[in-house]
């Protein structure tokens, strides 16, 4: 089970997301959720990828089976989507989950997930543009009491999940939560949190802080595919000292955690899996 005694900010208290895997039907999807709430974790997540099953529509089906967990999505690539049209589709998720829905955004980092849809591929700018319009459009709508359908939650928690000064400038602005996407030293974690802070001036009180670790490795040698996948410049040796790899023992990863959680003040923790089982 997932001990979450850690010491903080009370008033914000430490949560775990589970990011599941593709799996081969909205069957094994729900029966991994269930395993995840066993466990302790609070929220379960779904990526968005070509090939995987669609982001929404399973997050319903596993909170009607788990009635205790919050779902969303790490993350909802929002340039693949017209705004308008997610908005509604997200509201309705909302709805359907009783108000347990968050919505998770980025600006999209894989060229096939864009050119398998049949899409263009746009600039790292104007992906991070698009991002904007579709934050601004779900704060107008999301938060308007004449938006129909209807979300329960008005609005949902919106958390926005990237690295760069434009992304997390936008985070700044718009965010319930900022996942700080760093893949090097965690003293890049200090370095865009007091960025952020800069940014979102007194608004800062009220953003939460999470992050995700990329690759899980207990007690074994780290697989390093996944980290690959995201920097495939990168050795080996410079993949093993990322802070994205949680590994070690579970009681070195429990210190890990708890070390970010008193060093930075995250208090939403993400964990992804690379194949369900």
């Excluded at 850690?6 to 069957?27: E, H, K, Q």
């Excluded at 849809?117 to 992906?127: E, I, Q, V």
């Excluded at 938060?143 to 949902?156: G, H, I, L, R």
């Excluded at 590994?247 to 210190?255: F, H, M, Y």
């Amino acid at each position: 089970m997932i001990d979450k005694t850690m010491t903080g900010d009370a008033a914000r208290p430490v949560r775990f997301g589970l990011n599941l895997p593709f799996a081969n039907s909205i069957a094994q999807i729900v029966d991994n959720a269930r395993r995840a709430a066993d466990v302790g974790f609070d929220v379960v997540l779904l990526g968005d990828h070509l090939g995987h099953q669609a982001p929404l529509a399973p997050l319903v089906a596993i909170a009607d089976a788990v009635p205790s967990f919050r779902v969303g999505n790490l993350v909802l690539n929002a340039p693949l989507y017209a705004p308008a049209l997610l908005v509604r589709d997200l509201a309705t998720v909302d709805a359907a989950t009783g108000g347990r829905f968050e919505i998770g955004l980025g600006s999209g980092y894989v060229e096939s997930d864009f050119v398998g849809f049949g899409l263009p591929f746009p600039s790292a700018n104007r992906r991070v543009e698009l991002l904007g319009e579709h934050l601004r459009t779900m704060r107008t709508f999301l938060s308007s009491p004449d938006y129909a359908p209807a979300a329960t939650q008005a609005p949902p928690p919106i958390l926005v999940a990237g690295i760069g000064d434009k992304m997390m400038s936008l985070a700044a602005e718009h965010a319930d939560i900022i996942a700080i996407a760093a893949q090097g030293h965690k003293d890049q974690i200090g370095e865009r949190i007091e960025y952020v802070k800069t940014l979102a001036g007194s608004r800062f009180e009220r953003i939460g802080l999470a992050f995700s670790f990329f690759q899980v490795s207990f007690d074994r040698t780290p697989d390093l595919t996944l980290l690959r996948g995201t920097s495939p410049t990168s050795t080996d040796e410079e993949l093993l000292q990322s802070v994205t790899l949680l590994r070690g023992s579970i009681s070195q990863a429990a210190e890990r955690i708890v070390g970010l959680r008193e060093e930075f003040g995250i208090s939403y923790f993400t964990l992804r899996v690379a194949r369900s089982g």
